[in-house]
């Protein structure tokens, strides 16, 4: 009896959604919002609110997306031209999108050009639903049809351990890909798959009407069609792919020739619990404490919150009862602020507001002093490369690259920003080994190439934290000779300058094999960008021989063409980046390694004459070239007349900074840096562009740093922003209290929208657990890296995902991240002494 009920309940929720009429439930009408998306209670739906940015491919932010109870749940909802299309597949280009508020409908125009394929789909509101049609001028060219058809994506980790129905039939979603696969095509150049034919997934689920996870109303989400839908597994495909729901466009018809019926469940007066923003790693006494308390537009708030003291018996004692003053809005969400300043008192705290409670934090002297530790025993020995990194039971990564590198085809614009000229620019042929690049670098994020923009950046953070703090911290061993790193073990050298060393030795490895610096090296294909895992098993780490069969090996030679590429347009700021780099490594690594830093310096000094001596190599693409031409100039002649104090580079950073002065945020930290070298007119400059800086509005969020809204996530703003009032503070102390210093750490470890969590994996009571290193297939994280964070999604959404790591934009870590997080906790710890 029971059956019967909820198949006839079933039945009569699919009638109605595919005849257009409200559910006989209680499930609130969407609205079209002045935002431009449609909402109801704990449930929007948008429409090609975000497009496709064009950052490397497919970002899993574009067209039709659903956020169900604080959470993006689907994406893509677009025409695509496979059923689990792939992170480089095409995707239409939005052409205009219309908002038409009287009707509350919203239509957007996208094309194929390649094509010649126009379409629009339209979102008409309808009860709790959303209709969504695929209307085309003209039939489907002939060339798309059994291709082009109208998909949704939907984020797997939001529907693991549910269930889906369709048309009677049910199911759960697999925690992991097991569908069946049909063999057959062209393999697709990014599955991943090197040998074999192409495959496709069947779907695991088809009908006119499918619900998924009827059983939770924070997660059901309706689909209706009378042509049906089917779902897909993407992760059969890519790990990174997505459960998809598809209907194919019909061939040879005009007009609405597709329509969907989608329910996003709402639950009338949901309201999203408060997130209480704050430091899980906890404050210094004497510094300012604020938490920041984040609430659902519809949610007044209470008027006071408290900071509990825990005690060893379990006791939770108010430390502090105050109110929680309004501050706006800001994004979707309204905010209070709680100022407990007040208390110094070390001991563990947690923070109450409105029933919610938030994890425990220390207020204690020492609460920075080793909040960068895990930045320099784990996640720098992690991104060595051609290197075996080891830790006690586990291997991180064997000898990784040891075939590097092959000179990269001319005329070709490849993956990851990466791109060659028409020429070469060395002595090499076209796809000719080129020996000496297999030393030192750091794998530049969750991929496997040596960005050579990166390594320059790093060497210069490192060296500046061992000029200004020198933290002699050994906890690595590393020996270049057996190419090997072992965690957790001293070997009587402070790790900082050993990695300032490994830096240095990827740096004059470029300047030995071809004379001047290259872009970097990155993986050949599409196939092996995607590789996740050990770095070692990338590549057979053999040199690359065309006389040999693919797989053939003879005498440490290989037939399979899996090196790296080398991209070596002359690029007169790459040149200049690392000529800096070289200059500042060559003074910390002076009584350490005094024949390497000998050599960078020769290298630095050689570079710049041999630069000064001819008009700028310009060539530029992405951001693998280098940066602005004068900034790159103008750090180079810093760091130059830091380490030799020649006049001839003074004369030169006069003569740049009037052009340098317009970016002074960018660049004040290298302009400050030269002050004991230069006359006192120059310091008066600095000191009033200084000022300048300091007097800008304060940013239009309640956390006190700015919050970038591009396409990624903006902790490095955040981080550039504490470290350029830490320089400030010290030249003209006058102007700065350094205070950003503590506004941007304790963004990075809670104080942010979103959620409370500290964006340093490892640091803090609740930190970055799964994030997007070259583990990110395990769902897991790596020690002391630092992710971009608070993603800011068009209209007014802030995301940074918890459940899925492949949002590069918000989880990716990249290398040059925790250096200057380094440095923005030494920036702290000295604050703070000169308070004691």
């Keep these: 009896m029971e059956s019967d009920v909820k198949a006839k309940a079933f039945r009569l929720i699919c009638a109605c959604l595919l005849a257009g009429t409200a559910l006989p439930a209680t499930a609130q009408d969407l609205r079209l919002n002045q935002a431009g998306y449609f909402e109801a209670d704990g449930a929007n739906l948008l429409v090609f609110s975000n497009w496709y940015d064009g950052l490397f491919a497919d970002a899993k932010i574009s067209g039709v997306e659903i956020i169900q109870q604080g959470e993006r749940i689907a994406t893509n909802g677009d025409v695509r031209l496979s059923a689990t299309p792939g992170q480089w597949d095409p995707i239409g280009r939005m052409v205009k999108r219309d908002v038409d508020a009287s009707t509350g409908a919203i239509e957007v125009l996208l094309e194929y050009p390649e094509h010649e394929f126009r379409y629009r789909i339209r979102a008409e509101r309808r009860g709790g639903s959303v209709v969504l049609a695929v209307i085309l001028d003209a039939p489907l060219p002939a060339a798309l049809a059994g291709k082009a058809g109208l998909n949704l994506e939907f984020l797997p980790a939001a529907f693991f351990h549910k269930s889906w129905m369709t048309d009677g039939a049910s199911g759960t979603f697999p925690l992991h890909p097991a569908s069946d696969m049909v063999a057959g095509g062209e393999r697709n150049a990014a599955s991943g798959r090197d040998i074999g034919p192409g495959a496709e997934p069947l779907p695991f689920a088809s009908g006119k009407s499918l619900v998924l996870a009827p059983e939770d109303p924070a997660r059901r989400v309706t689909i209706a069609s009378s042509a049906g839908v089917r779902l ?137 002093d080793k909040a960068w530790h895990p930045s320099l025993d784990v996640y720098l020995p992690v991104q060595m490369d051609h290197m075996a990194v080891n830790e006690a039971y586990r291997v991180w990564h064997g000898d990784s690259h040891r075939d590097d590198a092959r000179q990269a085809p001319v005329n070709h614009e490849h993956i990851d920003l990466y791109a060659q000229g028409p020429t070469t620019d060395t002595r090499f042929a076209p796809g000719e080994h080129i020996p000496g690049l297999n030393v030192g670098g750091w794998l530049d994020a969750g991929d496997f190439d040596i960005r050579t923009q990166t390594q320059y950046a790093v060497i210069r953070s490192l060296v500046d934290i061992w000029e200004r703090h020198r933290p002699a911290r050994d906890q690595t061993l590393v020996d270049w000779d057996l190419r090997h790193a072992e965690m957790h073990v001293p070997d009587g050298a402070p790790d900082l300058l050993q990695q300032i060393k490994h830096g240095v030795l990827y740096l004059a490895s470029m300047y030995d094999a071809v004379g001047y610096a290259v872009h970097g090296v990155v993986e050949p294909d599409v196939a092996q960008y995607t590789h996740l895992g050990d770095a070692a098993s990338k590549t057979d780490g053999l040199v690359y021989d065309p006389s040999l069969k693919r797989g053939e090996r003879r005498d440490g030679k290989s037939g399979t063409p899996d090196d790296r590429w080398v991209f070596t347009s002359k690029s007169s700021a790459l040149n200049y980046g690392s000529a800096a780099a070289l200059a500042a490594a060559s003074r910390a690594l002076k009584g350490h390694d005094d024949a390497l830093a000998a050599k960078a310096l020769k290298l630095a000094t050689g570079v710049w004459d041999e630069e000064q001596g001819h008009a700028p190599n310009t060539f530029s693409h992405g951001n693998t070239t280098g940066g602005w031409l004068p900034g790159e100039e103008f750090t180079a002649a810093v760091e130059l007349l830091t380490t030799t104090r020649d006049r001839k580079y003074a004369a030169r950073i006069e003569a740049l900074w009037p052009e340098v002065s317009k970016r002074f945020g960018f660049y004040a930290t290298t302009a400050i840096q030269a002050l004991p070298e230069m006359p006192p007119s120059y310091r008066a400059a600095v000191e009033a562009a200084a000022r300048q800086w300091q007097a800008q509005p304060a940013p239009g969020n309640p956390y006190g740093v700015p919050i970038t809204e591009g396409g990624w996530a903006g902790n490095g703003a955040v981080i550039q922003t504490g470290l350029t009032d830490y320089a400030v503070h010290k030249a003209f102390p006058a102007i700065s209290d350094g205070s950003r210093v503590f506004a941007a750490l304790d963004y990075l470890h809670g104080t942010h929208p979103g959620s409370d969590i500290s964006f340093v994996s490892g640091v803090g009571t609740v930190s970055k657990e799964v994030a997007y290193g070259s583990n990110r297939a395990d769902f897991s994280f790596i020690a002391g890296g630092v992710v971009p964070g608070a993603l800011i999604l068009k209209p007014d959404f802030p995301e940074n995902s918890e459940h899925w790591p492949f949002f590069w934009g918000e989880n990716e870590y990249v290398v040059n991240m925790s250096p200057s997080y380094i440095a923005l906790v030494h920036a702290g710890i000295d604050l703070l002494k000169e308070k004691r």
């Design 232 to 368: 897909y597994d993407g992760r059969d495909q890519a790990q990174n792919g997505w459960f998809v729901a598809r209907t194919l466009i019909p061939a040879g018809k005009t007009g609405r020739v597709l329509e969907w019926s989608v329910t996003p469940n709402s639950v009338a007066g949901w309201k999203r619990a408060p997130v209480i923003g704050h430091s899980q790693l906890g404050y210094a006494p004497g510094q300012a404490k604020r938490a920041v308390i984040e609430l659902d537009a519809n949610d007044p708030g209470a008027d006071t919150a408290r900071l509990l003291r825990v005690t060893d018996k379990g006791e939770m004692i108010e430390a502090l009862a105050s109110p929680a003053p309004e501050w706006g809005k800001y994004l979707r969400y309204r905010y209070r602020s709680f100022d407990f300043s007040a208390v110094r008192a070390p001991g563990i705290y947690m923070l109450e507001y409105a029933g919610k409670r938030t994890a425990p934090f220390r207020i204690a002297a020492d609460v920075y």
